[in-house]
T-cell receptor
């Protein structure tokens, strides 16, 4: 089934540890995004990528980095996790940047202690 | 002020009721508007686009008021399966989607 796969589904992490959330899509979409969702704040854009080899900062990029080595994969890395990064992280994609319909992955629930 | 604001609810309604949610947006240059639906512990999915003239999809009606900068979603004959969080989404001139915090709906038997 075409779509987006995220891993892990959930993770508990000690503060200060490095963590990479994986995201893979098989729809050949050019644009990919990482959002975090927190109660009362909705979905906030962390980073995005227009196409393989390019990335951009969203609304809340600090403490996160991304890479886009190819069309399918868009990993999100927390270099040194902090408790305020406890959240649900959604990866999404669209045919092009700014497209109105996003396809989301199932989410990764991260708890930083 | 948030770019897209919604009443978080929850709205508790009986089956068969009609319920309406509003959403306000702050950027007058916003181009496109949508409602997404998110079930508990699931990912958001597009419910419907919102057109300037208003549009209907079965029991769901979406309307846009550009002058007052708000969007509405009306659900008629509510079903138990309508229980979810409804996210108001705006595509600004910068071509990125901005999500509201969501309105939670609970339909009771």
């Amino acid at each position: 089934i075409a779509g987006i796969t995220q891993a892990p589904t959930s993770q508990i992490l000690a503060a200060g540890r490095r963590m990479t959330l994986r995201c893979t899509q098989d729809m050949r979409h050019n644009a990919m995004y990482w959002y975090r969702q927190d109660l009362g704040l909705g979905l906030r854009l962390i980073h995005y990528s227009n196409t393989a080899g390019t990335t951009g900062k969203g609304e809340v990029p600090d403490g996160y980095s991304v890479s886009r080595a190819n069309t399918d994969d868009f990993p999100l890395t927390l270099a040194s996790a902090v408790p305020s990064q406890t959240s649900v992280y959604f990866c999404a994609s669209s045919p092009s940047l700014g497209a109105n319909v996003l396809t989301f992955g199932a989410g990764s629930r991260l708890t930083v202690l | 002020r948030k770019e897209v604001e919604q009443d978080p609810g929850p709205f508790n309604v009986p089956e068969g009721a009609t319920v309406a949610f509003n959403c306000t947006y702050s950027n007058s240059a916003s181009q496109s508007f949508f409602w997404y639906r998110q079930d508990c512990r699931k990912e958001p999915k597009l419910l419907m686009s919102v057109y300037s003239s208003g549009n209907e999809d079965g029991r769901f009606t979406a309307q846009l008021n550009r002058a007052s900068q708000y969007i509405s979603l009306l659900i008629r004959d509510s079903k138990l399966s309508d229980s979810a969080t409804y996210l108001c989404v705006v595509n600004n001139a910068g071509n990125m989607l901005t999500f509201g915090g969501g309105t939670r709906l609970m339909v009771k038997p």
